[in-house]
T-cell receptor
Framework: EAGVTQFPSHSVIEKGQTVTLRCDPI?????LYWYRRVMGKEIKFLLHFVKESKQDESGMPNNRFLAERTGGTYSTLKVQPAELEDSGVYFC????????????FGEGSRLTVL | AQSVAQPEDQVNVAEGNPLTVKCTYS??????LFWYVQYPNRGLQFLLK??????LVKGSYGFEAEFNKSQTSFHLKKPSALVSDSALYFC????????????FGAGTRLFVKA
């Protein structure tokens, strides 16, 4: 069974540019989460999808961040325009209700904004 | 505010010695408690969880964790450390009210010396 996959693994962009991160969850996992870890700090929640619906987007930093989940399958997280403080590792995770909270993570997308 | 604290940035232990990685949390109610491990250039992997029942839970790779409700702690332990245990360990808590947002600590880096 394929795990959670994220693309790209690393992106380097200039301040003001746009970046789109993609996450493919494990097949059959209705819950999809985005998290971000800034250097050495805690992994912070960004948002949660249940199928194609946003269940909780309380962690999204501001309106420069836009997340979508097409048809309840893969998800994208767009940052436009990117700022220096957006640098970090963006993790995607998926889960199934029967797993009682256990999350399956992708390897992360490292974003560097110069 | 709900939070998870991992008071040690780094833990050093000799191979064969017991190890403890500390975690305390500030979350109301009876949350689910988790430990995840991250190896270099990999995503987070689930180690173990506590939901209810016996305060000592066993997980993958010989790890176990002890839940202490009065101290709101969930320390990770292993009787005999291996060099291959060297990695970044994250404690996480999922409140059982108000949604399905899992809260993570900042991580503790474990170094096991041969």
């Amino acid at each position: 069974e394929a795990g959670v996959t994220q693309f790209p693994s690393h992106s380097v962009i200039e301040k003001g540019q746009t970046v789109t991160l993609r996450c493919d969850p494990i097949s059959g996992h209705d819950n999809l989460y985005w998290y971000r870890r800034v250097m050495g700090k805690e992994i912070k929640f960004l948002l949660h999808f249940v199928k194609e619906s946003k269940q909780d987007e309380s962690g999204m930093p501001n309106n420069r961040f836009l997340a979508e989940r097409t048809g309840g399958t893969y998800s994208t997280l767009k940052v436009q325009p990117a700022e220096l403080e957006d640098s970090g590792v963006y993790f995607c995770a998926s889960s199934h209700p029967g797993l009682r909270g256990e999350l399956f993570f992708g390897e992360g997308s490292r974003l560097t904004v110069l | 505010a709900q939070s998870v604290a991992q008071p040690e940035d780094q833990v050093n232990v000799a191979e064969g010695n017991p190890l403890t990685v500390k975690c305390t949390y500030s979350v109301s109610g009876n949350p689910y408690l988790f430990w995840y491990v991250q190896y270099p250039n990999r995503g987070l992997q689930f180690l173990l969880k506590y939901i209810t029942g016996d305060n000592l839970v066993k997980g993958s790779y010989g790890f176990e964790a002890e839940f202490n409700k009065s101290q709101t702690s969930f320390h990770l332990k292993k009787p005999s450390a291996l060099v291959s245990d060297s990695a970044l360990y994250f404690c996480a808590v999922r409140p059982n009210t108000g949604g399905f947002k899992t809260i993570f600590g900042a991580g503790t880096r474990l170094f096991v010396k041969a």
